[in-house]
């Protein structure tokens, strides 16, 4: 699966000349049919415990006065204690390494993108990020959210060029590793290939609709829209209450940041994963702004 994200690329741009976004509709309709069959294989544990874990609690952040600070650059301070290096060694150490190809450009993408996936996993398996959206925490929420920071990267990634498409390939395998193995936790052990086969229509479904709803001619509320259906909605279909989509367009204008933010961020903080998501931690509307 790995040369797959890739090869999706070029087809990525063509959709600039969708003006009325017929084609990421589309998909998006595709990959919630899809999504329905997956939801009813995989049944997080939190969905179903007795105990209520997983369940949403009514937020207690105002999401109408979050995400409006000016967007900055998400990498790490030199001193910063969450910083990851690369291990340096002197003498025959480094020698040997050096002939393992420890140091060559494949080796230091490879843990660079799982450093980035670490930054990933970081912010959505939080509950800081559930408890601010209200969502609830199941294999589906979770999957969406891990599509979403995913794509997010990637995004970035790929303003860097060939070399950023190259990292983007082996942070892709790394997620692509990590969902079958939650997917498998979930209780999906039968069948597991055909189920990943699923999520991956999913994935490439939601990475174009986010595209879609970035591009200048999308309608102003499309990545809300693409928002509620993609993570928020159950059926896709449903329209949301409007506690429901003050949260959807709260989570827009935390993606529109995180963008933002994303591409402030340098070449060497973004392939060293050496820069964190916007922090999620306080619930004060205080506390989004870095």
């Known amino acids: ?11 990525v741009p063509k959709l600039r000349s969708l003006s009325n976004m017929e084609f990421s509709e589309d998909v998006c309709r595709i990959h919630r049919q899809s999504y329905a ?8 544990p939190a969905a179903t ?3 209520g874990k997983g369940v949403p ?10 995400f409006w600070s000016k967007p900055c650059s998400l990498a790490l301070a030199p001193g910063s204690p969450l910083r990851i290096e690369e291990p340096k060694y002197e003498g025959i150490k480094y020698f040997i390494l050096k002939l393992m190809l420890f140091y060559s450009k ?16 970081s912010q959505v398996d939080k509950p800081a990020i559930y ?6 925490k199941t294999f589906k929420m979770t ?18 060029g060939k070399d950023g498409v190259e990292l983007g390939q082996y942070l892709y395998e790394i997620y692509n590793h990590d969902v079958e193995l939650r997917a498998s936790k979930a209780g999906v052990n039968l069948l597991l290939t055909k189920w990943m086969k699923e999520l991956e229509r999913i994935f490439y479904g939601n990475i174009v609709a986010y595209d879609a709803a970035l591009l200048p001619e999308a309608k102003m509320d499309e990545l809300t829209n693409v928002l509620w259906r993609n993570v928020f909605s159950d059926d896709g ?51 989004t702004r870095r």
């Open 49 to 51: 415990d007795s105990t």
């Open 237 to 287: 279909a449903s329209k949301p209450d409007d506690a429901a989509l003050r949260a959807a367009q709260a989570m827009a204008r935390y993606v529109h940041r995180e963008v933002s933010c994303l591409s402030l961020t340098d070449k060497e903080a973004m392939f060293s994963g050496n820069f964190m998501f916007t922090s999620l931690e306080k619930t004060s509307s205080d506390s």
């Open 131 to 136: 408890e601010v959206f209200n969502l609830e």
């Open 106 to 121: 494949q080796s230091k993408s490879i843990r660079g993108a799982n450093v980035i996936y670490k930054r990933v996993i």
């Open 1 to 11: 699966m790995l040369p797959r994200w890739s090869r999706a690329l070029p087809h």
């Open 143 to 160: 999957f969406s959210l891990l599509v979403l920071h995913t794509w997010l990267i990637l995004r970035r990634l790929k303003e860097e």
């Open 37 to 44: 069959k997956v939801a009813a294989a995989a049944v997080s």
């Open 57 to 66: 609690t009514k937020s207690t952040v105002n999401l109408d006065k979050m």
